[in-house]
T-cell receptor, first 112, second 117 residues
Framework: GENVEQHPSTLSVQEGDSAVIKCTYS??????FPWYKQELGKGPQLIID?????GEKKDQRIAVTLNKTAKHFSLHITETQPEDSAVYFC???????????FGAGTTVTVRA | GAVVSQHPSWVICKSGTSVKIECRSL??????MFWYRQFPKQSLMLMAT?????????EQGVEKDKFLINHASLTLSTLTVTSAHPEDSSFYIC?????????????FGEGSWLTVV
């Protein structure tokens, strides 16, 4: 099955700086890579996703890059704000399978 | 955007009793829903895939007789934890696939905290 590894497990950044979270996956058949933000006691919220036919996608301060050859993808948050503090999970799946395999999560803390 | 609702958001039950958690897709039809379990400070672990009108598909190591899943309609899936024990205490989260909009996009509910005492 799919194995998703995520690094780092914790990340502390100064407000206004950028945050980068990296994930690798094992199954070359995976072609859908969403990122979720989870606040304490709440369910994960989809923040951005990318499909394997695209190398990069951006939505305001959030961007995701995908390297299919190396089987890794990354989340970039620019101009971080205190409200960006949360746990972020990467995931991978095969589009027609829809079963998400999650990374272990990254706890992001934005220092004011 | 798409909304997935879970109920109850938290529940406390006595050991040995059963508890039901509902997952509803509020503004779209979900032929497929997923149930996850999350322990504190850990990632989400897929328990089972719930398919409307058919039996759920359970992941390896998940007891299907203990975690009963019913997906009776296109907007509702239920998870029943039978004969609950303290080790079943966890955060249970459902998700639903909106196949009509955005292709593969999967939306999560707000989760249900289960505490077995």
């Amino acid at each position: 099955g799919e194995n998703v590894e995520q690094h780092p497990s914790t990340l502390s950044v100064q407000e206004g700086d950028s945050a980068v979270i990296k994930c690798t996956y094992s199954d070359s058949a995976s072609n859908y890579f969403p990122w979720y933000k989870q606040e304490l006691g709440k369910g994960p919220q989809l923040i951005i996703d990318i499909r394997s036919n695209v190398g990069e996608k951006k939505d305001q301060r959030i961007a995701v890059t995908l390297n299919k050859t190396a089987k890794h993808f990354s989340l970039h948050i620019t101009e971080t704000q205190p409200e960006d503090s949360a746990v972020y999970f990467c995931a991978a799946s095969i589009i027609h399978d829809y079963k998400l395999s999650f990374g272990a999560g990254t706890t992001v803390t934005v220092r004011a | 955007g798409a909304v997935v609702s879970q109920h109850p958001s938290w529940v406390i039950c006595k050991s040995g009793t059963s508890v039901k958690i509902e997952c509803r897709s509020l503004d779209f039809q979900a032929t497929t829903m997923f149930w996850y379990r999350q322990f504190p400070k850990q990632s989400l672990m897929l328990m089972a895939t719930s398919n409307e009108g058919s039996k759920a598909t359970y992941e390896q190591g998940v007891e299907k007789d203990k975690f009963l899943i019913n997906h009776a309609s296109l907007t509702l899936s239920t998870l029943t934890v039978t004969s609950a024990h303290p080790e079943d205490s966890s955060f249970y989260i459902c998700s639903a696939r909106d196949h009509q909009r955005n292709g593969n996009t999967i939306y999560f509910g707000e989760g249900s905290w289960l505490t077995v005492v």
